[in-house]
């Protein structure tokens, strides 16, 4: 398919409820980089659910020239009365490939009143897919791997995108400056996120046992840097006490022309100056995988086969490995070994 060069219309259709979370939708860039991958010169046409989506918001810059049009999942109408419509649905457009990444046939019987020429759905076991997955085929876990998988139906070939994600230019300055390094390896930054959005989940390993951490990668000679989301500035005060070594990614920066550089993808450009981090299964942590950061990524009420960022360079521990689910089941001694592995 990267040989084609003519333009194709490409719709993804992500589902009808809300596409915000941050997490979930960086799991996603891959997929967006396959596509742009798969279809030079594509245009792809995005449809969302209720409100705005991330990739048109506060994650523009890591998805900037892969998304040309974006619409709101209320195009298709309401129910099965829109589902079993006899008329066409966008009738002056036509797509190459509509890709349906979710599983309520209801939405893919409206999809199918949009003129197109393939159409992969996963929906009543790909019952209205053009193609449909080998029986014999592993059935993929990670949102990830789901996605791409529908794109290797589409393609025929099975994309294996990098993790990294790309930036604009003025990020990448910005992180120089935040986290100057004197060579490729020195000095050495250990990203820490703490937090994991709602503080009530039970994904968070305790805040005490990163301090413990942080204050070992100092004996090492090693710079931790935590990573503190808005809802998590209060906790600043507290880590500067217990470890007055630590440094702080910022929430902005600044630029020498004024402008002002925010939001995840500053995140992920500081990212790219760590050589290892730990977090939680947290927005934060697709971030700093997305980076290109080494990871250690902590596990408890949630499974790491669905939800671990998308990263080669991944060491995943459960609680339930230590025998409970509660995050405070995993042993701090564990995460410094994780570390030092991902280091050597």
């Not at 941050?22 to 967006?32: A, D, M, R, S, V």
């Not at 080998?134 to 794109?151: G, T």
């Not at 790309?166 to 060579?183: N, Q, W």
Request: charged fraction near 20%; include cysteine.
């Amino acid at each position: 398919m990267s040989g084609d060069t003519a333009e194709r219309h490409i719709l993804v259709f992500i589902g009808p409820y809300p596409d915000d979370a941050i997490g979930e939708n960086f799991i996603k860039l891959p997929f967006l980089r396959a596509l742009s991958h798969a279809f030079p010169g594509h245009k792809i046409t995005w449809v969302h659910g209720h409100g705005a989506t991330l990739f048109a918001g506060i994650l523009e810059p890591v998805a900037r020239g892969l998304i040309a049009e974006f619409l709101p999942a209320t195009i298709l109408g309401h129910g099965w009365a829109s589902a079993l419509s006899p008329w066409r649905l966008l009738p002056d457009r036509h797509f190459d490939v509509i890709i349906d990444t979710q599983k309520n046939p209801v939405y893919t019987l409206m999809l199918r009143r949009i003129s197109h020429d393939v159409l992969i759905s996963p929906s009543w076991r790909y019952f209205f897919s053009s193609h449909r997955p080998n029986k014999n085929q592993p059935k993929p876990r990670s949102l990830a791997e789901k996605l791409l998988a529908l794109l290797a139906l589409a393609t025929g070939e099975m994309a294996k995108p990098g993790h990294i994600a790309v930036l604009p230019d003025e990020y990448r300055t910005a992180a120089d400056s935040i986290l100057p390094r004197t060579s490729k390896h020195e000095p050495v930054y250990i990203g820490l996120a703490p937090g994991a959005g709602r503080m009530d989940t039970g994904k968070c390993w305790p805040l005490e046992n990163y301090l413990t951490v942080a204050d070992k990668q100092l004996a090492c000679g090693r710079t931790p840097v935590f990573f503190l989301g808005p809802l998590e500035q209060e906790w600043r005060n507290h880590i500067e006490t217990a470890v007055p070594g630590a440094l702080f990614a910022p929430l902005e920066w600044r630029e020498d022309s004024g402008t002002i550089l925010n939001g995840p993808t500053l995140t992920v450009a500081l990212a790219s100056h760590l050589s290892a981090s730990v977090a939680n299964c947290s927005g934060t942590g697709h971030m700093l995988a997305a980076g290109g950061s080494k990871i250690v990524s902590l596990f408890g009420p949630t499974d790491p086969g669905k939800f671990a960022p998308y990263t080669p360079d991944l060491l995943a521990i459960r609680a339930q490995d230590f025998g409970k689910d509660a995050m405070d089941a995993i042993p701090v001694q564990a995460v410094l070994d994780a570390i030092d592995s991902s280091l050597a």
